[in-house]
């Protein structure tokens, strides 16, 4: 092991990014985010690199990962023969040694998100929480180093090989468009303690300046067009809609309008100031949906996983195993020990989508006195919204989708065209109606009988008995369309 291989990685955020410091899961306060950046001891944020390896540990094919990134090894006693359980650690070759963030200059963002409650199609209590957010276009350098025999390294090829097709996602929201980010340049530099030249560069440098002038470039994003492939489309293509009447998803925040006492509650936008629907408003809304399909279709057992008398997702049926899942902190008792998170992500990725060629409008709204009529005092406001423009619902996924959850999600976005159900604010007002394209809902018809003869097959396939219906009206009640 007398040559020493730095590889150094250099990575561009093309959405914004949320790495959360663990300490922040704590109580919120006005006054910062609740789920704020991850920061070092100077308070620039910082990524640690367990973050990244993760990611490039999963991207690695199955056999190679013990090989190229340790692992540990449980035996158990029994198949030991002497009865005690061991554990084996093996070590990683390739060694991260850590990361660096150079910020745009762009200030972080913060985005609300908060759980609407079934019933009353409004924002449920105590689920408001922000999440502070990289901007897109930060760049993040990661250091790698291996050891080898001699300066030719097949290891060396392979790594590169695994960086070029390595598709990085960073911190927390994959599933909701988060953390997406394009490998721009691999540099390579072998250092080879044999030689004067290689044990002095060795010894008098440190950090990042071991990668020096004598680095050379191993891959580059202009050779290798766009990098790697996003996931696949869950239905082969994105889905375009446009939008019907208004639209508004605010970001929670609102400005102050010159001359008024009244605040304009702003729409949310991305950094090039285009008004967005989060990956998270399409995660929710669809999910919401999917579960209400099958639960009313009577079709296995489906959590509801906002709902009041439950302790939110449970994390074993279809929709959880699909959509991931958490542990809700803030349901213990007062005096209990809090749990342990736990949780799955989903298999299924929603990005933001841009709203384009749509106008932005400011309505004002006022509430009615009830008791003597008219306007009230002092109960003007103002809310942005976006009026016409067209958007693109890209549904990707990087692991098999049961058909079960395929066929939900086409008649959940049947009942999206149709306009049965909404997305963002003030659905109940007539807000947040989307059409389907010609390509949509062309699309739609087709898989519409698909989607109906795979749910009436598992339909019959958990309900064996078609005897008398015990309980009349509790299973059919609520077909969808
Ligand atoms: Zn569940």
Redesign the pocket.
Known sequence: MSVIHILRAELELTGPGAVAAPEAHTVPSVLRPDLPLARDGWGNPYLPATSLTGSLRHHTPQHRRQALFGDVVRTTGTSRGNGRDETTAIASTVRVLGTRLTLPDAPLSERRRTAVDRHRAAAKATTLHNRELLPPGTELALWLRIDTDTTASPLIDEVVELLAGWRPRIGGGRTTGHGRAELITVRHRAIDLSTPEGLHHWLTTGGPALVDDHATVVHERAHHQGGAPDEPHLFGTALPFRIADALHIGTGASADRPGRNSGLSQILRDHDDTPIIPGSTWKGVLRARV?FILRSTGIG?????VEDNTSG?????????TFG?SERPGRTPDNAEPPKTAGARGRLLFTDSPVHGGEVRVRNHVAIDRVFGGARDEALYAEETVEDGHVSLHIRHDKPVADLIRAALVLALTDLADGTIGVGGGTTRGYGTLAAQPATADWLSTEHAWAVTTLRAHHNATRPAPGPNPDPGSATQEAPA
């Open positions: 579960e057992d489906v959590c509801a996983s997702s449970c994390g074993t049926c279809v929709v959880c195993g899942w």
